[in-house]
């Protein structure tokens, strides 16, 4: 079945201590997508990527950091310069890169706690 | 101005009822807009997509888009236990093309 697997479920994280959030999809899609929601929140773009080898800042880019080297993997790191990291992150994906008349699939999210 | 904006809610609807959702936006050329379902503590999930002016049903679920008055609305028949859950609208920013933007949802509950 195709589809978008995010990993781990659940990610403590120690202060001082950067990780790494995986996103990976067999739908074939160019466009990959970072979000974060916090509690009783919408959801808040951190990075996205149209193409391989190529992303963007999204609204909330300080703290985090991604790669974009193989079109199936879109992994986000978390660093320590992120203070206030205990969120859901939500990754998704899209059909064409550059056209936002194309629905995003979300994976079923990675829940990131302070230790 | 939100380029997305949803009433918060909670919105309360008895079962059965019809349950009404809005959405505005502030982009005039938008194309395209989408419903997602979100689940408490689950992701979102694609319920519709709306591409043009006018109504699009799908089983109990019906969205409408109004690009004259800049809005998009899903209207919800029969409303179910089983559709308490918080509904995202989303459409193309006008910031970036490239990427959608995601109201902050409206919190449904259908009472029993």
């Known amino acids: 079945d195709g589809g978008i697997t995010q990993s781990p479920k659940y990610l403590f994280r120690k202060e001082g201590q950067n990780v790494t959030l995986s996103c990976e999809q067999n739908?074939?899609?160019?466009?990959m997508y970072w979000y974060r929601q916090d509690p009783g929140q919408g959801l808040r773009l951190i990075y996205y990527?149209?193409?391989?080898?190529?992303?963007q800042k999204g609204d909330i880019a300080e703290g985090y950091s991604v790669s974009r080297e193989k079109k199936e993997s879109f992994p986000l790191t978390v660093t320590s310069a992120q203070k206030n990291p205990t969120a859901f992150y939500l990754c998704?994906?899209?059909?064409?890169?550059?056209?936002?008349?194309?629905?995003?699939?979300f994976g079923d999210g990675t829940r990131l706690s302070i230790l | 101005q939100k380029e997305v904006e949803q009433n918060s809610g909670p919105l309360s609807v008895p079962e059965g009822a019809i349950a009404s959702l809005n959405c505005t936006y502030s982009?005039?050329?938008?194309?395209?807009f989408f419903w997602y379902r979100q689940y408490s503590g689950k992701s979102p999930e694609l319920i519709m997509s709306?591409?043009?002016?006018g109504d699009k049903e799908d089983g109990r679920f019906t969205a409408q888009l109004n690009k004259a008055s800049q809005y998009v609305s899903l209207l919800i028949r029969d409303s179910q236990p089983s559709d308490s859950a918080t509904y995202l609208c989303?459409?193309?920013?006008?910031?970036?093309?490239?990427?959608?933007?995601f109201g902050s949802g409206t919190r449904l509950s259908i009472r029993p």
């Open positions: 998704a994906s899209s059909i064409g890169g550059g056209h936002s008349n194309q629905p995003q699939h």
């Open positions: 739908l074939n899609h160019d466009a």
């Open positions: 990527s149209q193409i391989v080898n190529d992303f």
């Open positions: 982009d005039r050329v938008s194309q395209s």
């Open positions: 709306i591409y043009s002016n």
């Open positions: 989303a459409g193309p920013g006008y910031s970036s093309a490239s990427k959608i933007i």
